[in-house]
């Protein structure tokens, strides 16, 4: 079973508003991956990191951004918060760039 | 420009029967290839992955890649109501982050 957590599970918070969502998981992983999801749709890319200090712009431009500071931390934020932004979040991780990602629960977002 | 492809569904089998899964990718490099299941609202979970060709199977699934024709398929044997769930390609080109096809809904008719 994969130990990588997001936290809140959901959120529901009102436009302009600086949110984080966070990441975190046990496993070591050096590559970690934030992915945008909406309902029924494809995920979308939107950060990455190969390990501590580097963080990479994904497929999807997005007004959000990353920090990774330690190997098992990789929180997203948002500085304000638009009714464009609601979505679901998933965080993931991976040993290499080339072994399977595990996934965390995601947060669902509303930008209310 | 690099793609996965799949067919997006949604594709109904009846259970107890075989649901066949496809997905085409546009390079010759890639090295491997991983099927996720995604229930509704949910994040996705690894079913399986195949790096060499031919077949792998683990219990129902069985997973088939043809390096030649660029394809990679998965197989789901006696086919339950439980098993319905949106199926995603992902593939790693030449050892970057992994891209994932848009996905295939599979609906399993009791």
């Known amino acids: 079973e994969a130990d990588i957590y997001q936290t809140p599970r959901y959120l529901v918070i009102g436009t302009g508003k600086k949110i984080t969502l966070e990441c975190s998981q046990t496993?070591?992983?050096?590559?970690m991956y934030w992915y945008q999801q909406d309902p029924g749709m494809e995920l979308h890319l939107i950060h990455y990191?190969?390990?501590?200090?580097?963080?990479e712009k994904g497929d999807l431009s997005s007004e959000s951004t990353v920090s990774r500071i330690r190997t098992e931390h990789f929180p997203l934020t948002l500085e304000s918060a638009r009714p464009s932004h609601t979505s679901q979040y998933l965080c993931?991780?991976?040993?290499?760039?080339?072994?399977?990602?595990?996934f965390g629960q995601g947060t669902r977002l509303t930008v209310v | 420009q690099k793609e996965v492809e799949q067919n997006s569904g949604p594709l109904s089998v009846p259970e107890g029967a075989i649901a066949s899964l496809n997905c085409t990718y546009s390079?010759?490099?890639?090295?491997?290839f991983f099927w996720y299941r995604q229930y509704s609202g949910k994040s996705p979970e690894l079913i399986m992955f195949?790096?060499?060709?031919g077949d792998k199977e683990d219990g129902r699934f069985t997973a088939q890649l043809n390096k030649a024709s660029q394809y990679v398929s998965l197989l789901i044997r006696d086919s339950q109501p439980s098993d319905s769930a949106t199926y995603l390609c992902?593939?790693?080109?030449?050892?970057?982050?992994?891209?994932f096809g848009t996905g295939t809904r599979l609906t399993i008719i009791p």
């Open positions: 993931a991780s991976s040993e290499q760039l080339n072994t399977e990602a595990f």
């Open positions: 496993m070591g992983h050096d590559k």
């Open positions: 990191s190969y390990g501590v200090n580097s963080t």
């Open positions: 390079d010759r490099g890639s090295q491997s």
């Open positions: 195949i790096y060499s060709n």
């Open positions: 992902a593939v790693n080109f030449g050892n970057e982050k992994l891209t």
